[in-house]
């Protein structure tokens, strides 16, 4: 019996050391996944958790990597900026080595938003490459 009593009043006390719950955004509802984040989509929540965001601005307007449902923590891998590439569609395949550009068509083989790595296949070649979203949709590959 002494045991347990000691247990508890470690346990009391470990509770007490961590101070004051933070509190962490969960989401209200079902946020479908490639969804853009409003404002109805948020609530706060007491706990913490790693990687929870605890700020709506760092949330608000971002995409859904996945459906992410209600009353759970949203955390740093489940949103991502918006898609700015959609998957076949035709993108602007972009060179630069130097002064030297080089300017190609291909076809996006996925999906992403700026800052995100992309497989598209460069039409007149059929050859598949990795590049890299830029802000205004083309996908930079190469150095």
Partial sequence: MLGREIW?????LLMLATGARAEMLVAARTIRAQGVI???????????MPNAF???????????????????PILAGDIGPPALVERNQTVTL??????????????????GGSGDSLRAMNT??????????????????GS
């Fill in 8 to 12: 508890l009043l470690m346990l009391v």
């Fill in 38 to 48: 409003g404002p109805a989509d948020l609530a706060l929540a007491e706990g913490t």
């Fill in 54 to 72: 605890s700020d709506p601005a760092d949330v608000l307007g971002q995409e859904a990597r996945g459906a992410i449902y209600a009353g759970r």
């Fill in 94 to 111: 972009v060179y630069r080595s130097g002064p030297l550009t080089i300017l190609a068509e291909g076809r996006a083989l996925g999906r």
């Fill in 124 to 141: 007149a070649s059929r050859t598949t490459i990795t590049g890299r979203i830029a802000a205004d949709g083309t996908v930079h590959v």
